[in-house]
DNA sequence: GGCCTTGTACGATTAATATCGTACTAACCG
DNA sequence: CGGTTAGTACGATATTAATCGTACAAGGCC
């Protein structure tokens, strides 16, 4: 059973932006690069958290740490630790909220 | 009546890139800069080409043309000349058939 | 022709972003 | 404890992108 958001919330959640102070103009910019959009598509396709190494990106540790911080600071993923790991998951259901149909759209192209 | 695309083909339409070699990232890429979604907005508000001086954007007439050649090359405009001006019109069918519900999503947004 | 309008082209500058290496922290395991 | 694993933080660099000013081109008008 994959462990819900809910559940977590005892755990280290890190910080997130608030969706509705992002503006669809961030989200556009964070998804248009393509590491970045390869992280999200990882995503949608897992349908389950995934820590960060498990994405097999050919960028080093580094240059990792700052795509993801610009996905979660555009409110596109949220992420928790647990043990040594960090795990990344698409904020699907309030992206669907704040900017219907985007998230889909883009997840369909191509 | 609104003039089509088909009507103006005798005329000096821009070159733009078909859209099948056009990749998401670039159209988001090209999306993701608030005066060039400005510029979509006022399009697609409009419901007929513009010409580059109706937009009142805040640059430089330059830097206006640098931006409309960005969206023109990501496939999200095309444009023609009538006189001394430049029209620009949303590829909207194209864009739809490409990205299906991208375009629509975008301009949903808040 | 001269002049205005509309917009481009080019080159320069500045700002933003992507990338990396190194040093570091925290959890776990023996 | 020391070593390993997973990832961050920081600082540097390189690349990309936004911005502008100036010079230019083409159409329309007098």
Redesign the interface.
Known sequence: MVTTRHQRSTQKMLPCSALGEV????????????VR?EIVRALARAEQPMNCGAFGLTVSKSTSTHHFKVLRESGIIAQYDEGTARYSELRTTELEQ?????L???L???
């Open positions: 503006r669809v103009d961030q989200v556009l910019r964070a998804l248009g690069e393509p959009l704040r900017f219907p149909g985007l889909t759209a883009v369909t192209a191509e």
